[in-house]
Nanobody, 125 residues
Framework: QVYLEESGGGLVQSGDSLKLSCTAS????????MAWFRQAPGKEREIVAA???????AYSDDVKDRFTASIDYVKNTAYLQMNSLKPDDTAVYLC???????????????????WGQGTSVTVAS
């Protein structure tokens, strides 16, 4: 059974940084696309960052220049470095993996096959 586990969330102040991790079992990031999504209370799930074929990356306009997605293929772990956090970044952050590797990376939630449970990030003003 595919297993994705996020960690690293917490309560931070506006302007702080946080690094999320996503550890995968069964699925390997070298053969699967991966993405970070987030869902704030009362809002729809939205893409944050995606990594596709050959490490190509895509970011939402809200987070580009502040967030960086990366993958340690040896550890089979994905990361999301989040800098200059804002209260609007408050959400549950979810890691997802897809069987399709593509360029550009897929950014639609419905195209992802496997999901973690999420880690909560709260940014206080």
């Amino acid at each position: 059974q595919v297993y994705l586990e996020e960690s690293g969330g917490g309560l931070v102040q506006s302007g702080d940084s946080l690094k999320l991790s996503c550890t995968a079992s069964v699925v390997t990031f070298s053969t699967h696309a991966m993405a970070w999504f987030r869902q704030a209370p009362g809002k729809e799930r939205e893409i944050v960052a995606a990594v596709g074929r050959n490490g190509h990356k895509a970011y939402s306009d809200d987070v580009k220049d502040r967030f960086t997605a990366s993958i340690d293929y040896v550890k089979n772990t994905a990361y999301l470095q989040m800098n200059s956090l804002k209260p609007d970044d408050t959400a549950v952050y979810l890691c997802a993996a897809a069987r399709t590797l593509s360029v550009p990376p897929i950014t639609t939630a419905g195209d992802y096959n496997y999901w973690g449970q999420g880690t909560s990030v709260t940014v206080a003003s």
